[in-house]
């Protein structure tokens, strides 16, 4: 069964760093561009960053730009998230999705919380 | 504030035939498709209508999208207590290079 599990979240003070980790298993995970999006806690869906299946192109959301970095290794089947400077406003469960063809987000990871706080 | 706007809450009772509606604030919704997700409670989002009216392999017939200039619409009919859920619209937004997804409508069944 295709599957994307993340891995890495926790607790992190605010200016903190903190890396996430998504693990692909059951397709061609080389093939496909990979997204990071968040949900803070009873909000709503937030896109954060994008890279293509070959890591060339990444793309992130204005609210992290210059503080977040999207990574992949392809030989490893992983996605990762970089999160530095981290504020409180970052706190959310964060998913790893992948896009099909047509843009939509056809396969999605249970999340992992990452939560700032002092 | 979303780009893309969502009543934040519907409800039927079993049986009925529900619409949630998706409009966008700008042309963004003109030029691409709209796709829509499902959260069941405590659980990931789960594609359930793509490119404003395809459903992915195992999405019950009873789901149905559409759209017509800038705005969408998802209609699930013979409504079900397992409907009850949360859902997004979403789009791609050719500026941010990714994703814009409206606030969610959540749907109680009676």
């Known amino acids: 069964e295709m599957q994307l599990v993340e891995s890495g979240g926790g607790l992190v003070k605010p200016g903190g760093s903190l890396r996430v980790s998504c693990a692909a298993s059951?397709?061609?995970?080389?093939?496909?561009?990979m997204n990071w999006v968040r949900q803070a806690p009873g909000k709503g869906l937030e896109w954060v960053s994008s890279?293509?299946?070959?890591?060339?192109?990444?793309f992130y959301a204005d609210s992290v730009k210059g503080r977040f970095t999207i990574s992949r290794d392809n030989d490893k089947n992983s996605l990762y998230l970089q999160m530095d400077s981290l504020r409180v406003d970052d706190t959310a469960v964060y998913y790893c999705a992948r896009e099909s063809g047509v843009t939509s987000a056809d396969l999605w990871g249970r999340g992992t919380l990452v939560t700032v706080s002092s | 504030q979303s780009v893309l706007t969502q009543p934040p809450s519907a409800s039927g009772t079993p049986g009925q035939r529900v619409t949630i509606s998706c409009s966008a604030s700008?042309?963004?919704?003109?030029?691409?498709?709209v796709h829509w997700y499902q959260q069941l409670p405590g659980t990931a989002p789960k594609l359930l209508i793509y490119s404003n009216n395809q459903r992915p392999s195992g999405v019950p017939d009873r789901f149905s999208g559409s759209k017509s200039g800038t705005s969408a619409s998802l209609a699930i009919s013979g409504l079900q207590s397992e409907d009850e859920a949360e859902y997004f619209c979403a789009t791609w937004d050719d500026s941010l290079k990714g994703w814009v997804f409206g606030g969610g409508t959540k749907l109680t069944v009676l």
């Open positions: 059951e397709f061609t995970f080389s093939t496909y561009t």
């Open positions: 890279i293509s299946s070959s890591g060339r192109y990444r």
């Open positions: 700008n042309s963004k919704i003109g030029r691409n498709t």
